[in-house]
């Protein structure tokens, strides 16, 4: 059975781009949308396996349509098409509950591998940026791990529990979650990639 994509992108020729990259797969587009508020309609009229959508649209962005598309059609997998390879917008899709993260530039094989992992539950692909943001985490919380257990065996209170802002108006810092899970609320509003390590966050607290 073919796969039923919605996409949704502003710009008309990557529309039509995608259209043609798709043609000969199983994957069959079943609606197109420009902006949120189509995505939206399309999604609740089409119920579409997968949809495509643009992290950039000109009324809501993609990130606050994720969100709505995520209670309106929860049965649809979202999967982000960007232009821009950006820890914060992937950390904050990771939050809202996107199946994955694909770059605009990326392969043939690659997209169609991306789309047909999140419409069997198998994401995130090998193909899409889920998985390397997921691989750093992992890195990340083993070098945690091996700075703190040499720490506790010489008495040392855990680090990790010692994180506290010095103005007390200020949010706590939100620790590292599990990647699937979605993000706290508290501190840094909930999406900040500032756990995924200066490499990955591009240096940027918020």
């Known amino acids: 059975m073919a796969i039923r994509l919605l996409v949704c992108d502003d710009h008309e020729v990557i529309r039509k781009g995608l259209a043609a990259l798709l043609a000969g797969t199983n994957i069959e587009i079943v609606g197109e949308a420009a902006t949120g508020k189509e995505a939206l309609e399309q999604a609740e009229k089409t119920k579409p396996d997968v949809i495509l959508l643009d992290i950039r649209m000109p009324d809501d962005d993609g990130l606050v349509t994720l969100d709505k598309l995520r209670s309106k059609v929860p049965a649809s997998r979202v999967v982000m098409l960007s232009t821009y390879d950006n820890p914060t917008y992937i950390a904050r899709a990771v939050a809202l509950g996107a199946s994955d993260y694909v770059l605009k530039g990326s392969a043939r094989d690659d997209i169609i591998a991306t789309i047909t ?4 539950g198998e994401s995130p692909s090998r193909s899409g940026e889920f998985r390397r943001i997921a691989g750093a985490m992992q890195v990340r919380q083993a070098i945690d791990d091996d700075f703190l257990v040499p720490a506790l065996s010489m008495g040392r ?15 706590p810092v939100a620790e590292p979650h599990r990647f699937g899970e979605p993000l706290s609320p508290a501190g840094c509003h909930g999406h900040c990639p500032c756990f995924l390590g200066p490499d990955l966050a591009g240096g940027s607290h918020r």
């Open 157 to 171: 209170s855990d680090p990790r529990m010692n994180r506290r802002r010095t103005d007390s108006r200020e949010p």
């Open 117 to 120: 992992a999140a419409a069997d």
